[in-house]
């Protein structure tokens, strides 16, 4: 596949990966355009740091939108570079809008900054423990009954399904899920 050749790229089909949750497609669409929809956005705003952060909200926009794109309204690729000039448009709209600030409100705003920085370090540690005592919790179970949980809250499986992949019937699968949570909410406690 030639990096210059769109049309060996399938475009439509991540963009659909994408909009069924594909991560993957995401990465793929980035690792290819990403470079391009930074020099797009770049020409726009003429700020490097404001063109990054409108390619990483571009990317944003493109996972939570992808499922409206519609292959028949126009091609993949022209879809993802009309969300990063439609951002880097607005922010130029946006910034003959701004107002420069004095030195009290541009204090004011560090400390705010430094502030909401410092709460989303403490968040990401509860956040890191709170996982490591669920890893805890988790690994305390029976691993038929640790497989029907995962199989239910990270696989997204109905009971019918678990009861099938794990060769067990319906009640006892069921009855499984139901104190395997009991326990864990127990042992988080």
């Known amino acids: 596949m030639s990096e210059s050749d769109p049309t060996a790229f399938d475009y439509d089909g991540q963009l659909a990966a994408v909009g069924r ?3 993957r497609a995401l990465q793929a669409i980035y690792a290819r355009e990403g470079g391009r929809m930074l020099a797009v956005a ?7 740091g404001r063109a990054e952060d ?3 909200d571009a990317c944003l926009n493109i996972w939570t939108r992808a499922a409206s794109f519609e292959p028949a309204r126009g091609s ?3 879809w993802i570079y009309s969300v990063v000039r439609h951002l880097a448009l607005n922010a130029v709209r946006d910034g003959a809008r701004e107002v420069p600030a004095d030195d009290a409100t541009t204090s ?3 400390q705010r ?7 989303d370090a403490a968040d990401t540690l509860i956040a890191r423990l709170d996982r490591s005592r669920l890893l805890n919790c988790l690994e305390r179970l029976d691993p038929a009954r640790r497989d029907c949980v995962l199989h239910a809250y990270v696989d997204g499986c109905s009971h019918g399904e678990i009861a099938q ?4 019937p319906l009640g006892t699968v069921k009855a499984w899920i139901r104190r395997s949570l009991a326990s864990l909410r127990e042992c988080m406690a």
């Open 113 to 119: 900054d430094a502030l909401v920085r410092h709460r």
């Open 76 to 78: 993949g690729r022209g």
């Open 54 to 56: 409108i390619v990483h």
């Open 21 to 23: 949750g594909d991560r």
């Open 42 to 48: 770049l020409r726009i705003v003429r700020d490097h």
């Open 108 to 110: 004011a705003m560090d």
């Open 165 to 168: 992949r794990v060769g067990a």
